[in-house]
């Protein structure tokens, strides 16, 4: 399992490629627990609220782009393009946008607003559950445009 979280940071920034299942569902495991351990010591050490936010940020933004290609490139395994990914990482930093920016709306739009938002999240909640269903498929045996069968390799 460390195998294959050690690999999951060294393509952080990778997009090209193909990722089999290990890869990908150990780093989530692996991210999991350790967000747990933080959690915990976070909770019973004395840690200054801002640098306990900082540092949380600074993890988030790394994990995020590191999941962001990790599922990339099991897309890729599956023989499928990034769009559905870049559609996820797209719909994740506006979560995370709107939940800094905090927008007075008039009480006229209010009700229009809450209404789109809506039907944005069961969209996305919709391209969440393709998503999980493609990352959970075996991948191409052959090799397809974006490379060889990394069982194989």
Same mark, same amino acid.
């Given at each position: 399992m460390l195998h294959y979280y050690k690999l999951f940071w060294l393509n952080a920034l990778n997009i090209k490629g193909r !990722?089999?299942?290990? &890869? +990908?569902?150990y780093p989530i495991?692996?991210? *999991?627990?350790? !967000?747990? @351990?933080?959690?915990? !010591?976070? +909770?019973?050490?004395?840690?200054p609220s801002?640098? &306990? &936010? =900082? /540092?949380?940020?600074?993890? +988030?933004?790394?994990?995020?782009?590191?999941? *962001?290609?990790?599922?990339?490139?099991? *897309?890729?395994? @599956?023989g499928m393009t990034m769009l559905l990914p870049i =559609?996820? *990482?797209i719909g994740t930093l506006m979560d995370d946008l709107s939940e800094l920016v905090n927008l007075n709306i008039t009480t006229n739009l209010h009700s229009f607003v809450y209404?789109?938002?809506?039907?944005?999240?069961?969209? +996305?909640? /919709? =391209?969440?559950?393709v998503a999980l269903v493609i990352c959970c498929t075996n991948?191409?045996? &052959? /090799?397809n445009k974006y490379g060889r069968n990394p069982k194989n390799s």
């Amino acid at each position: 399992m460390l195998h294959y979280y050690k690999l999951f940071w060294l393509n952080a920034l990778n997009i090209k490629g193909r !990722s089999r299942r290990k &890869e +990908y569902w150990y780093p989530i495991l692996m991210n *999991f627990l350790l !967000s747990i @351990v933080i959690g915990l !010591s976070t +909770y019973l050490l004395p840690i200054p609220s801002i640098l &306990e &936010e =900082i /540092v949380g940020w600074i993890i +988030y933004i790394l994990l995020t782009i590191a999941m *962001f290609t990790a599922t990339v490139r099991r *897309f890729h395994d @599956v023989g499928m393009t990034m769009l559905l990914p870049i =559609i996820m *990482f797209i719909g994740t930093l506006m979560d995370d946008l709107s939940e800094l920016v905090n927008l007075n709306i008039t009480t006229n739009l209010h009700s229009f607003v809450y209404i789109i938002l809506i039907i944005a999240a069961v969209i +996305y909640l /919709v =391209i969440a559950i393709v998503a999980l269903v493609i990352c959970c498929t075996n991948g191409q045996q &052959e /090799v397809n445009k974006y490379g060889r069968n990394p069982k194989n390799s």
